[in-house]
């Protein structure tokens, strides 16, 4: 079956570059998506990235696939201590089912 | 515009119970899914509704189940109750066939705390 792993844990100061990996095994996913999730709150929408695109920028957000290597990375410019939160990367499959990754806890320090 | 609403946002059960949960997709969607996310997990997919019938289902035993009305709101039930079933329970609505940023929009979630 499908399967979306993260690691689970990433410190960096403020003001530096964070990135989040990502490496999913459907061949046939559509979209790839990140999700933000801050404590006891639902799941926001950051960023997501068609499956024939190679790379994606959003403001501070870059996002990049390697769909050879089925790996994604999510890049977060200037990090802010509001970043701070659990970062998903999921994957939707051709009948829009999202499989989601375990998640990476990111902690900015100031 | 409301995005999707929940209720209720907290709920505690017994084993063997059963509970209803509730989902409002946003304005505009009509197809909602389910999702429940174990404590620092995940979440997982439980089930999708489209038209008033379920669409597509995950690895959930039948204890779980779901209803979408004419409306295109949503419950989700589970009977039976286990300790296991303890999770947040997320809905997510959108429009079919529809990715990218015009996609998925989740809810707050209901904490479901099983006892």
């Known amino acids: 079956g499908e399967d979306v792993e993260q690691s689970l844990f990433l410190s960096v100061r403020e003001g530096d570059s964070s990135v989040i990996n990502c490496t999913y095994t459907?061949?046939?996913?559509?979209?790839l998506y990140w999700y933000k999730q801050e404590p006891g709150a639902g799941l926001q929408l950051l960023t997501y990235?068609?499956?024939?695109?190679d790379m994606k920028q959003d403001q501070r957000l870059t996002v990049l696939l390697n769909k050879k290597d089925k790996h994604l990375s999510l890049r977060i410019a200037d990090t802010q201590t509001g970043d701070s939160a659990i970062y998903f990367c999921?994957?939707?499959?051709?009948?829009?089912?999202?499989?989601f990754g375990g998640g990476t806890r990111l902690m900015v320090k100031p | 515009d409301a995005g999707v609403t929940q209720s209720p946002t907290h709920l505690i059960k017994t084993r063997g119970q059963q509970v209803t949960l509730r989902c409002s997709p946003k304005?505009?969607?009509?197809?909602v899914s389910w999702y429940q996310q174990a404590l620092g997990q995940g979440p997982q997919f439980i089930f999708q509704?489209?038209?008033?019938?379920?669409?597509q289902r995950g690895n959930f035993p039948d204890r779980f189940s779901g209803h979408q009305f004419p409306n295109y709101s949503s419950e989700l039930n589970v009977n039976a109750l286990l300790l296991g079933d303890s999770a947040l329970y997320l809905c997510?609505?959108?429009?079919?066939?529809?990715?990218?940023?015009?996609?998925?929009?989740f809810g707050s979630g209901t904490r479901l705390t099983v006892v």
């Open positions: 997510a609505s959108s429009l079919p066939g529809q990715g990218g940023d015009y996609g998925y929009t």
């Open positions: 459907d061949s046939s996913s559509t979209y």
């Open positions: 990235i068609f499956s024939n695109m």
């Open positions: 999921a994957e939707r499959d051709a009948g829009n089912m999202l499989t």
């Open positions: 304005s505009g969607h009509d197809t």
């Open positions: 509704y489209y038209e008033e019938e379920e669409r």
